[in-house]
């Protein structure tokens, strides 16, 4: 089992950390308001903590549920208190407005930004952007689509996934994530476009 620290308590924070819970791993969770994480610490049972704001996370995996606007502020805050450890970055790069264009430079993605934010020992993997958090509650059979460039941070994140019961799928390097961000607006247009929101991106595995 996984030793997990969720940063942020909106709606992805509470999927990841029932589902974290439910299969037995080690979930503390953190935010600018300390009542709110107590009070989501005690929903979630299980033995999940509330962690202390720009304190050291518990957790050998860090998972980022913020918005990707205050995701780079974010990190940058925590500095060295991040060395060491496995960042998951599960944000999309599209405002609300216009879930048509990515916002990152060119090139680049909301991952690799943050990796630029983070001590040299962290490692960033982009994870769990393209489920929405609704569907993800409902558990398997769902695939998660990862990237990352540190082996043992991935293997660590498929870990985690599978322990939810999911399917990990490696998509390759940390500059994969400019293509599962897009993903992430993929599914936007087919959510807004006659699909729905009840839906899952997968993959297929043939003989």
Excluded: C
Excluded at 132 to 142: E, I, M, Q, S, T
Excluded at 169 to 176: A, I
């Amino acid at each position: 089992m996984s030793s997990i620290s969720i940063l942020g308590l909106g709606t992805y924070a509470r999927a990841l950390g029932t589902l974290g819970v439910k299969a037995g791993n080690t979930v503390e969770v953190i935010g600018r308001d300390p009542a709110k994480a107590a009070d989501l610490a005690r929903e979630l049972g299980g033995g999940a903590t509330a962690g202390t704001f720009g304190a050291a996370p518990a957790g050998d995996i860090v998972i980022l549920a913020v918005p990707y606007a205050s995701a780079v502020p974010v990190v940058a805050q925590y500095g060295d208190a991040l060395a060491g450890k496995v960042v998951i970055d599960i944000s999309n790069t599209f405002t609300a407005a216009d879930s048509t264009e990515l916002v990152t430079p060119e090139g680049s993605s909301g991952a690799q930004e943050i990796a630029k934010a983070v001590p040299a020992s962290a490692h960033v993997v982009k994870a769990f952007n393209t489920v929405f958090a609704h569907v993800l509650v409902l558990g398997p059979p769902l695939d998660v689509f990862f990237a990352g460039d540190d082996a043992r941070a991935k293997a660590s994140v498929s870990a985690f996934i599978e322990s939810l019961g999911l399917r990990p799928l490696d998509v390759g390097s940390l500059e994969m994530a400019h293509w599962l961000e897009g993903a992430g607006l993929l599914m936007m247009g087919l959510a807004g476009h006659g699909a729905g929101f009840n839906i899952a991106l997968g993959v297929d595995l043939l003989s």
